[in-house]
Nanobody, 122 residues
Framework: QVHLVESGGGLVQAGGSLRLACAASRRTVGYYVMGWFRQAPGKEREFVAA????????NLADSVKGRFAISRDSAKNTVYLQMNSLKPEDTAVYYC???????????????WGQGTQVTVSS
């Protein structure tokens, strides 16, 4: 079992930036991928970004490419999501998750955090 805790959400104006952090209680053998998802009211949870703990592989959803970046600090068991040029449509609860394989489907992720709210005002 691994516990994931997100932080860094908040209210920001359009065009602003936020950095989310996801702290893992421990590294779990076989779970080498960390991902970020988001869920807006009335919508499905959607993939945002993923990274391997080694940092050798990353992936970003097309909707955030050029604006968001994912990184990790393996020594701190923490993954970050840097969000720039935020838009009102980025408003959602952002979740981090852990998986055994690299993918964009929420079904491959086994452990989830509680989420952090990001609200972008126009």
């Amino acid at each position: 079992q691994v516990h994931l805790v997100e932080s860094g959400g908040g209210l920001v104006q359009a065009g602003g930036s936020l950095r989310l952090a996801c702290a893992a209680s421990r590294r779990t053998v076989g779970y080498y991928v960390m991902g970020w998802f988001r869920q807006a009211p009335g919508k499905e949870r959607e993939f945002v970004a993923a990274i391997t703990w080694s940092g050798s592989r990353t992936n970003l959803a097309d909707s955030v490419k050029g604006r968001f970046a994912i990184s990790r600090d393996s020594a701190k068991n923490t993954v970050y999501l840097q969000m720039n040029s935020l838009k009102p449509e980025d408003t959602a609860v952002y979740y981090c998750a852990s998986a055994r394989s690299f993918g964009t489907s929420k079904d491959v992720y086994d452990y989830w955090g509680q989420g952090t709210q990001v609200t972008v005002s126009s």
